[in-house]
């Protein structure tokens, strides 16, 4: 992935409004983010643990989500996957939910996937970040195909929040 600035990202919000991309909190550390290993830049707020945002070049363009992730219930102990990646996890994948763009998130309208709580999809394809025992299913793809396969996964998703 390309590095973006804090303005790219800003700038690149479909879901929610110039106001609010403006007060939402962006990474201090853009600069040291492993940039040639994402597929996407996915960041919590450190202020409200329920929110989440993703940045994604898709079309040579920055895409920008807000997300509000689900409270940690008791069903998080559960091993569940991650619709992006594929990595099962125990308590580690949330319900990622993003108000449609335009007026059909206005009315309220949203979408959702379960996606890995740290959003570090990306790291987790790559093996650079281990998320335990049986947490990657053996497979004879190759890695860009892995890594294919999630970015398809997440262009998806930003299709249908942004249809």
Not at 17 to 29: C, I, N, Q, S, Y
Not at 46 to 54: E, G, H, K, S, T
Not at 61 to 71: E, F, G, H, K, W
């Amino acid at each position: 992935m390309k590095p973006l600035t804090e303005q790219e990202i800003r700038a690149a919000f479909v879901n929610c409004t110039k106001g609010e991309a403006r007060r939402l909190a962006v990474p201090r550390d853009l600069a040291d983010r492993p940039w040639d290993d994402l597929d996407y830049l996915g960041w919590r707020d450190p202020q409200a643990p329920d929110r989440a945002y993703l940045a994604v070049e898709l079309d040579g363009r920055p895409q920008a989500l807000a997300l509000r992730s689900s409270t940690a219930g008791s069903w998080q102990a559960r091993r569940s996957m991650c619709t992006m990646c594929l990595t099962t996890h125990s308590g580690g994948v949330s319900l990622m939910v993003a108000p449609k763009a335009g007026r059909a998130g206005q009315q309220g309208n949203s979408v959702g996937a379960y996606i890995c709580s740290d959003l570090a999809c990306s790291l987790y394809v790559r093996g650079k970040r281990d998320a335990g025992v049986g947490a990657r299913l053996p497979e004879t793809i190759t890695l860009e195909e892995k890594i294919g396969r999630t970015v398809a996964n997440l262009a998806a998703f930003v299709a249908k929040v942004t249809g």
